[in-house]
């Protein structure tokens, strides 16, 4: 993963959001979750801390990609942000 780091220990599921920018919540962020959501599931994780790198967690939807999608890219995007 180049977005995000997950790391298992004593029962506690840890994933750590850094792209180096501002976290942007884009197709890649929503895969990468999706894959250590499932590695949690996987280790049966009793709790799960999603954190950012130091002094900084998410600026949220990555507003420049939005405009440029199509209107069905658009209706797959907001489905996979709900999900």
């Known amino acids: 993963m180049e977005k995000m780091q997950y ?3 004593d029962g506690v ?3 750590t959001l850094d792209d180096g920018k501002a976290n942007a919540q884009n197709w ?3 895969a990468e979750m999706q894959q250590c959501l499932d590695f949690a599931e996987r280790d049966s994780a009793r709790a799960l801390v999603i954190a950012g790198r130091p002094g900084f967690f998410s600026g949220g939807l990555d507003l420049k990609l939005v405009p440029t999608l199509s ?3 658009l209706q797959k995007f ?3 942000f709900s999900r």
Do not use: K
């Open 28 to 30: 890649t962020f929503f």
């Open 7 to 9: 790391t298992f220990s």
């Open 13 to 15: 599921a840890r994933i």
């Open 71 to 73: 209107p069905e890219e």
């Open 78 to 80: 907001v489905a996979e």
